[in-house]
């Protein structure tokens, strides 16, 4: 296997490690509590997806 004749620059090794960060989850508002959650998913506090309850929240 070919091993590389001369090393890399740092500008040359973070422009491929530009890409590798890492990203935080996309967060939306729950309507009905107004607590972060998960967007396309029940929330996990009330219980509401799209203005009717799907599932019993987590009791306090």
């Given at each position: 296997?070919?091993?590389?004749?001369?090393?890399?620059?740092?500008?040359?090794?973070?422009k491929?490690?530009?890409?590798?960060?890492?990203?935080?989850?996309?967060?939306?508002i729950?309507?009905?509590?107004?607590?972060?959650?998960?967007?396309?998913?029940a929330?996990?506090?009330?219980?509401?997806?799209?203005?009717?309850e799907?599932?019993?929240?987590?009791?306090?």
């Open positions: 296997m070919p091993n590389p004749k001369r090393r890399h620059s740092r500008a040359r090794r973070g491929r490690r530009a890409h590798d960060r890492l990203v935080a989850p996309a967060g939306s729950c309507p009905e509590c107004s607590a972060v959650i998960l967007p396309h998913r929330c996990k506090y009330c219980g509401y997806y799209k203005g009717r799907v599932i019993e929240g987590e009791s306090e």
